[in-house]
Antibody
């Protein structure tokens, strides 16, 4: 069965960096694009970034563009989110999610499977 | 910056029908926005319900359906069950990015 397990969350000071990982199993990771989505405490969902199945294409929300970098290691079935220059408003649970259709580089087919999330708290 | 708006809350009786909508600040929602719908219960990760306007995932119960209605994306739940009580979010593709809706809290009472 499909499993997505996030790790790397924690408490970090404003202006510092943190890297999240998402370990994937149960499907052919190299064939699917992947998303990061976040949810601030008590708030709604916010899309963060998308990477294509082959890692060639990346898209970001305006709120994180220039600060966050999405990447993947297909040899290790792992997705990453490098978060730099963190701000208090980046405090959230971060979810990784799989694109529904294989070889869908633009993510049009949406998100099907989600991880359980990793909490990132940005505070001094 | 696209804003996607949903009803803040809706209440439905068990066995009844409820329709949630999803509107875009940029104009009418079309199939080209590839609307998705997600269900989220307290303390849980979101669960996908509908993709590309009206397509169900393998786990989506038959009582859930998606459509376009009056320039908006819509999610209809027919024969509502108590376990359908949750927050529901739509997601639209807009100009190379994705935007979640504001969310609708559905109460089954």
């Amino acid at each position: 069965q499909v499993q997505l397990v996030e790790s790397g969350g924690g408490v970090v000071q404003p202006g510092r960096s943190l890297r999240l990982s998402c370990a994937a199993s149960g499907f052919s990771f190299t064939d699917y694009g992947m998303h990061w989505v976040r949810q601030a405490p008590g708030k709604g969902l916010e899309w963060v970034a998308l990477i294509s199945y082959d890692g060639r294409d990346e898209n970001y929300a305006d709120s994180v563009k220039g600060r966050f970098i999405i990447s993947r290691d297909n040899s290790k079935n792992t997705l990453f989110l490098q978060m730099n220059t963190l701000r208090a408003e980046d405090t959230a649970v971060y979810y990784c999610a799989k694109v529904t259709f294989y070889y869908d580089s633009s993510g049009y087919s949406g998100l099907d499977y989600w991880g359980q999330g990793a909490l990132v708290t940005v505070s001094s | 910056q696209t804003v996607v708006t949903q009803e803040p809350s809706l209440t439905v009786s068990p066995g009844g029908t409820v329709t949630l909508t999803c509107a875009s600040s940029t104009g009418a929602v079309s199939s080209g926005s590839f609307p998705n719908w997600f269900q989220q219960k307290p303390g849980q990760a979101p669960r996908a319900v509908i993709y590309s306007t009206s397509n169900k995932h393998s786990w989506t119960p038959a009582r859930f359906s998606g459509s376009l209605l009056g320039g908006k994306a819509a999610l209809t739940v027919s024969g509502v069950l108590p376990e359908d009580e949750a927050e529901y979010y739509c997601l639209l593709y807009s100009g190379g990015a994705f935007v979640f809706g504001t969310g609708t809290k559905v109460t089954v009472l």
